[in-house]
DNA sequence: CAAGGTAGGTGTACGGCGTACACCTGTCAA
DNA sequence: TTGACAGGTGTACGCCGTACACCTACCTTG
């Protein structure tokens, strides 16, 4: 029995099999508790086993991306330039809500990972090929929607970012907002409980990030579509009209 | 002599001292090559002095995001919303291209910083007070904006973020795009190419960071617009109106 | 079947990090 | 004069990434 398990923690190691375990434990601990030695652990082996499947740490981190980015639906094929692209972010997005450090990993990064920049090509393609998009306003719109391509806003300091800097849902309430704080930034108190009601006085269940995040990427979409219609190139003025 | 650099060495450390000088650091050498025995030296003095006037190294990185939005110019007060709003969000643009490391800091920390929140609070009062938002349509709004109220998109692996990463301005010129990546990323060598020229075939000289972040910022108060100007709510739809 | 190259796990060690904790010292109030 | 206290010091601990030498089990080739 004790060679069985021993069997079993000396099944090879693999570079597939070290990322896997790498995304499983920034998934479960946080991305900041990723460190060489307690991957190792996981895996049963001695921290520099890991080296002879990952260069270093920042190797590691860019496959842990690719695994990430490899969990994005490929685009559909039978809709419009602008449903192909809403669903394709739209599945990134919950690409990234499984793995809530990735946005992280992804903005810490210094260089595109080829997974990332096979899936903005992609994205670029969609653009291009689908919806007649000039070359020139791609490349804006490619700015424009910004980090919303890989499925995240900036969110910032949300309970998912959180989340990705410290382990797994956090048992404790989003509470609206602290009475301490609500009287420094009346507006921001006002805001965080108007969630979808308008009466400010109803302390909302917090806001709906779901919500939010295709509200933005539709006004976006919907600019987009006009400026497509219009027939937009930036020889004509420098910002898009109105 | 020696004693007189004895006595600018012994100029006393302050909270300011110690901020400052981090923040100078981390633009010279990068936010990944501050840590608090680097800092000590640069102010001459051994690192557990540093602990007097910050509690740990958290709480230092939050102090020098506040040293950088303090450089965010105030409101103007004599405009419609969009142009007080847009102003503003450029000021916040400069401060941080002043600070490469800060886009990134901002986005690791997990809680916004007061300085943070009265810079947002004070974004949606102007949202409130001069454009006549609703809670509702600001709090969608703010959302929708995401960084770029903090100053910067998504702008993923460009020069800037790689310079706050290690240190500034990298001499290597930019290149448009590395000719093997072209042939595995067609369209996104076509985009890189295609800064503001629409024909593709024209190698430009990468593109304009300053124009992408307007373009998507106009975009968006655009399409801001138009919502309030139609007096939109969320109890009326899901999305956006086109 | 023997020889030896090679892929992959091991052990040790180094330099760097954040920071806890005990200590010292100069200044100022009582 | 005393003694509290603010603020700089020194030492030490446990963590980190990873260089480097090693060992061992397997596969290829003669």
Redesign the interface.
Known sequence: MAEQVETLRRTPLSRDRVLRAAVALADEAGIESLSMRKLAQDLGVVPMALYKHVANKDELLDGMIDVVVGEIDPPVSDADWKRVVRRRILSAREALLRHPWAP?A???????T?AI??Y???M??IL?DRGGF???L???V???M???M?GF?????DDA??AG??GPADPEPPAGFPAE?AA?????A??A??????D?SVVGPG?DDQ??????L???L????R?RQQGW???VG?????
């Not at 806003?153 to 300091?157: A, M, P």
């Not at 420098?238 to 109105?242: G, L, R, V």
């Open positions: 992280i992804i903005e810490t990064r210094n260089q595109a080829p920049l096979g903005l090509n992609s670029v393609g291009r000039s070359t020139d791609a490349h804006h490619m700015h424009a910004g980090s919303r890989l806003s900036q969110e910032l300091f970012r959180r800097r410290s704080a420094a930034f009346p507006h921001l006002a805001i409980g108007a969630a979808s009601h308008d400010a806001c919500f939010e995040f295709e509200f933005a539709d006004l976006l919907d600019g987009i579509e400026l190139t930036s020889h420098t910002q898009p009209p109105a």
